[in-house]
């Protein structure tokens, strides 16, 4: 069942919670919304491709919290982006 809530501290928490369980978000960008799931949960992320009608061999953006989390969602990191990921 789908919620809206404000933006608090509290609601950011129990957004987290939905997305630690496997579940979607939606939050508002600078231009779009956007949609939000566990970049590690093959489910979840294969949820967004079907909710959003996304075909297979159209990426999507992953957002990490730190630069050593990469390791985990790429085979090889090219040196640009180390050393932009360091600014």
């Known amino acids: 069942m789908a ?3 404000k933006a608090s501290e509290e609601n950011l928490e129990i957004a987290a919670e939905v997305i630690r369980k496997g579940g979607l978000v939606a939050f508002p960008t600078e231009t779009v919304y956007g949609l939000g799931a566990d970049a590690f949960n093959p489910d979840a992320v294969a ?15 992953v957002h990490i919290a730190d630069f050593k989390d990469i390791r985990r969602l ?6 640009r982006a180390k050393i932009l990921a360091e600014r």
């Open 3 to 5: 919620q809206v809530l």
């Open 47 to 61: 949820r967004i491709f079907e909710v959003k009608e996304r075909p297979s061999f159209d990426p999507i953006i």
């Open 74 to 79: 790429c085979r090889k990191v090219d040196e």
